[in-house]
């Protein structure tokens, strides 16, 4: 079949025509972003049952979707690191050879569009035309992907006329995998669980996608192309693409911070980006610029200026309440979809713990009946709302900017039920490197996998990381050397438990707390005790007022026990030891730094271990 392909750029007409003949599509439709687009893709959705129109009262222009049961999170075992060699990728990525996939995913695209509509999604990661970002261009046959792109990219019209004639953009291709034969009826959530395969080609900076429709394995611009390719060209360019929340925060003096936050999946990104901040805390104001993904580049002034390259949140559901994020709850009040929601009787969404009652009577995710008695959860514990960043209350007013902002700390932390105590400050760019590499984090939903409990997750960057692990680190320790003013760098984990399995941290909006001394601290201002890990604060240093939170529950949310400490710092060998030859010795000394202060504590301390920390009291970093 023949198509007049007219983009106004040789390379994609080329590349659409190139692909047009392997897949086989009935029909090419370039998108433009128009609104009467968006309608036209929703009606087809709709009546594909793709879609499912909520209430316009409740949730007024809002679509619930339901995925296929056996598609329903990203797939690290299929997810593939296609790099001219196996080293160059690393031990921490699946890895195969370039030329061999290339190969099979040829067969498997041939013919794979049939009987459906090929898309061309152009979109820009980054404010369109700012130097910071970069374009792609998705070709994809799922109308729910190009409805997603909309809102979790800039994409459309203006970004082929930025493109330009010449521009280059990096290679999205996806394919739900499932041809469709003449007078076949389609079903709701077309998808190929078993061929599904996500393979990146990092030299080409191209990405293929096979047989899964859902979020990070099919809204390629997102953890493909923002995380895994442009940590590959963030390498050799000089720049930072990290898994990372971007949120302003305003001093009661009115002064302006900005802070990365790195957590892994699931482990509160969105929360924090959005967190409303308690009244105890008056005059200081949280803003929003992101909550997943930023882009971070040296500047000419010697710090570290970052960008959100998304448009959109692609947030956890289930947990998002009035109570833990009341600005999320008003983003996704409209404009939104979601996805492996439970559907209430009067046309509207709900998930475990949107409310504290369930309601008496659902249609569940997989879309059966449903009541408190069902036993099953009524949501998929990794359902997603989709809703535009212009949606967030609380969006700061640079969330667009295209020089980005300057950012004054990073905030690292897993999900740990023990041990790790609720904030530390790390000594120096360099110790904040190592805490932030030995990372370690619980199992969640995000992904599907068998992985042991623990799982150490430098940087909340492990599934997504380009390249070797190892020279990824190397590439952090030269960007700290190359700034006048690196970020402060902190580890944070409000996920202690007590001994009865309770959280001892309220978590939520109560983290404002940590993050005003966090600030306070990277100006050099709040106070704080030296420990072996770092520099922490004490009962009095944190604001708590309002919060019931006795001081010895505070102890307990603080306590470094140092045997258990080192038994930790022995357990980083497992992370560092497939990854020792290219290890930065810049590590593995901060590595013998952290064990000698460790055997310090533990030998100034006459009583319990757990006494060990106050050794020296500090005000400055
Ligand atoms: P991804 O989108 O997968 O990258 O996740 P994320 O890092 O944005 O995590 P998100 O903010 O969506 O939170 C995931 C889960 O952690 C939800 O169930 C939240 O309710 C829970 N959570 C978030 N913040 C906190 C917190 O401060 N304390 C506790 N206990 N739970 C939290
Ligand atoms: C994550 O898993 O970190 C997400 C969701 O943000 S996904 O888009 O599926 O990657
Ligand atoms: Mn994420």
Redesign the pocket.
């Known amino acids: 079949m023949n198509h007049e392909i007219s983009t106004g750029n040789a390379a994609l007409d080329a590349w659409v025509n190139e692909t047009s003949a392997l897949c086989e599509p009935e029909t090419i439709v370039i998108c433009d972003g128009s609104e009467g687009e968006r309608s036209r893709l929703i009606d087809l959705a709709l009546a594909s049952g793709t879609l499912i129109a909520l209430n316009p009262e409740k949730r007024p222009n809002s679509y619930l979707c339901r995925s296929d049961v056996r598609d329903v999170a990203r797939v690290e075992s299929r997810t593939f690191i296609c790099a001219e060699s196996e080293s160059a990728a690393g031990p921490t990525n699946n890895w195969q050879d370039p030329t061999l996939t290339k190969a099979a995913l040829t067969r498997l695209f041939r013919g794979s569009m049939r009987g459906r509509t090929l898309y061309v999604v152009p979109f820009s990661m980054g404010p369109v035309g700012s130097p910071l970002s970069r374009i792609g261009v998705e070709l994809t046959d799922s109308p729910y992907v190009v409805l997603s792109m909309r809102i979790m990219t800039r994409m459309g019209a203006p970004v082929l006329a930025a493109l330009g004639d010449r521009g280059d953009f990096v290679r999205c291709l996806h394919s739900v995998g499932a041809p469709l034969s003449a007078g076949q009826a389609d079903v709701p959530w077309p998808c190929n669980p078993d061929r599904t395969i996500i393979a990146h080609f990092p030299d080409e900076r191209s990405v293929w996608s096979f047989g899964s429709g859902y979020g990070g394995n099919a809204l390629l611009g997102k953890k493909c192309f923002a995380l895994r390719l442009a940590s590959v060209m963030a390498r050799e360019e000089g720049w930072l693409a990290e898994h990372m929340a971007l949120l302003g925060v305003e001093s009661p003096t009115g002064e302006r911070s900005y802070v990365g936050a790195a957590?892994p999946?699931?482990?509160?990104?969105?929360?924090?980006a959005m967190l409303v901040v308690p009244d105890a805390l008056s005059g200081w104001k949280v803003t929003t610029l992101g909550?997943?993904i930023a882009w971070l580049r040296p500047g000419a002034d010697g710090r570290l200026h970052a960008i959100n390259p998304e448009n959109g949140m692609?947030?956890?559901a289930?947990?998002t309440s009035e109570r833990?994020n009341p600005n999320a709850m008003r983003a996704i009040a409209a404009d939104s979809i979601f996805t492996n929601v439970a559907l209430t009787d009067d046309g509207d969404v709900w998930w475990e713990?949107m409310t504290e009652e369930p309601p008496a009577h659902l249609i569940d995710w997989r879309g059966r009946d449903w009541t408190p008695s069902s036993g099953t959860p009524a949501a998929h514990p990794n359902a997603r709302f989709t809703t535009p960043l212009e949606r967030c209350p609380s969006l700061d007013p640079a969330w667009n900017d295209p020089s980005g902002v300057p950012v004054d700390a990073f905030v690292f932390g897993g999900r740990m039920s023990h041990d790790m105590p609720l904030v530390f400050q790390t000594r120096n760019w360099e110790h904040g490197v190592y805490a932030a590499a030995t990372m370690g984090s619980e199992a969640t939903a995000?992904a599907e996998s068998n992985l042991p409990a623990i799982r150490r997750d430098p940087m909340a960057m492990l599934p997504f990381c380009g390249y070797h692990m190892a020279d990824y680190f190397a590439h952090w320790v030269e960007i700290g050397q190359a700034l006048r003013e690196p970020p402060a760098v902190f580890r944070v984990n409000?996920?202690r438990r007590d001994d009865d399995g309770k959280?001892l941290w309220p978590?939520?909006g109560e983290?404002a707390r940590v993050l005003a001394w966090i600030v306070e601290r990277a100006r050099g201002r709040a106070r704080a005790t030296e420990t072996p890990y770092g520099f922490m604060p004490r009962y009095r240093d944190l604001n708590l007022r309002g919060l019931e939170l006795s001081e010895g529950d505070f102890e307990h949310l603080m306590r470094i026990e140092v045997a258990r400490a080192l038994i930790e710092l022995d357990s980083h060998d497992t992370l560092f030891e497939p990854l020792m030859s290219r290890l930065p010795r810049e590590l593995l000394h901060q590595r013998y730094l952290l064990r000698e202060r460790l055997h310090r504590a533990a030998e100034a301390s006459s009583g319990p271990v757990h006494e060990a920390p106050l050794l020296i009291e500090s005000t400055a970093a």
């Open positions: 957590f999946s699931a482990c509160g990104k969105t929360n924090f909550d997943d692609f947030g956890v289930p947990g833990s713990g995000a409000w996920f959280f978590g939520y983290n």
